[in-house]
C-alpha cells in the first residue's frame, strides 16, 4: 500500500526558490500527485497535480522522476504569504484511495 | 465563489452522544469527502461519496458513519463519541474523472468530546 513522507519543516527567505519532496513508495504509472497548501484555521487548497513528468502552472512546478519514487512541488520566488502548510496527496488509479503526507510547514523569512 | 460550508467551527460534545457535523456545497459536484486532521498525520480519508446514497469506506471508518441523500450534503456521523474522536473534520467536494483531486475544502470544524 503507497504510503507518503514529507519533511515536518522547511525555512526559506523571500525571493528564493523552495522545493518540497513527497516520497512515495509503490505508485503506479496513472497514480496522480496532487499538492495542497493550509493557511491556519482554513481547508486545504489546490495547488497543483499531475502523473508523469513535468506540470506547471501560474503559482507552482511538480516534478515527478520516472522511477516515481518521489515528486517535488517547486514555488518560484516565495514570499511571506507563502508561509503554510503544504500537503501531497497519492491518488491510487481505479480506487477511491487517496493517501495524504504528513505536511510540510514552510515558513518563509524576510 | 465556489463554496463548501461546514455546520460548526467548534463543537464541544459528551462521550456517549451522537454527534452530527454537516457539510454543503454549492458546485454540484459529484465526489464529496470526509477528512479528519491530526497533528503528525495529516489528513486521513474517513468516508468518500461519489454519487447521491452512495459511499466507500476511507481508511479510517470506525465508529463513523455517513448519509448523503442529496447532491450538495454529506453528514458525517459519530454514533456515539469518544475521546479519540476529538480532532478537525474537514469536509471537501470535486468533480469526478481527472478533475477528482482538485479538491475543495471547507474551513473545518473542530471536535472537543469530553
Known amino acids: 500500500l503507497a504510503k507518503t513522507t514529507q519533511p515536518i519543516s522547511m525555512d526559506s527567505y523571500e525571493g528564493q526558490e523552495v522545493n518540497i519532496t513527497c516520497s512515495h513508495n509503490?505508485?503506479?504509472?496513472?497514480?496522480?500527485i496532487t499538492w495542497y497548501q493550509q493557511f491556519p484555521s482554513q481547508g486545504p487548497r489546490f495547488i497543483i497535480q499531475?502523473?508523469?513528468t513535468k506540470v506547471t502552472n501560474e503559482v507552482a512546478s511538480l516534478f515527478i522522476p520516472a522511477d516515481r519514487k518521489s515528486s517535488t512541488l517547486s514555488l518560484p520566488r516565495v514570499s511571506l504569504s507563502d508561509t503554510a502548510v503544504y500537503y501531497c496527496?497519492?491518488?491510487?488509479?481505479?480506487?477511491?484511495?487517496?493517501?495524504f503526507g504528513t505536511g510540510t510547514r514552510l515558513k518563509v523569512l524576510a | 465563489d465556489v463554496k463548501v460550508t461546514q455546520s460548526s467551527r467548534y463543537l464541544v460534545k459528551r462521550t456517549g452522544e451522537k454527534v452530527f457535523l454537516e457539510c454543503v456545497q454549492d458546485?454540484?459536484?459529484?465526489?464529496m469527502f470526509w477528512y479528519r486532521q491530526d497533528p503528525g498525520l495529516g489528513l486521513r480519508l474517513i468516508y468518500f461519496?461519489?454519487?447521491?446514497?452512495?459511499?466507500e469506506k476511507g481508511d479510517i471508518p470506525e465508529g463513523y458513519s455517513v448519509s448523503r441523500e442529496k447532491k450538495e450534503r454529506f453528514s458525517l456521523i459519530l454514533e456515539s463519541a469518544s475521546t479519540n474522536q476529538t480532532s478537525m473534520y474537514l469536509c471537501?467536494?470535486?468533480?469526478?474523472?481527472?478533475?477528482?483531486?482538485?479538491?475543495?475544502f471547507g474551513p473545518g470544524t473542530r471536535l472537543t468530546v469530553l
Open positions: 471537501a467536494s470535486s468533480s469526478p474523472g481527472q478533475k477528482r483531486n482538485e479538491q475543495f
Open positions: 509503490n505508485i503506479a504509472t496513472n497514480d496522480y
Open positions: 499531475g502523473y508523469k
Open positions: 496527496l497519492v491518488t491510487l488509479s481505479g480506487t477511491y484511495k487517496y493517501i
Open positions: 458546485m454540484d459536484h459529484e465526489n
Open positions: 461519496s461519489y454519487d447521491v446514497k452512495m459511499k
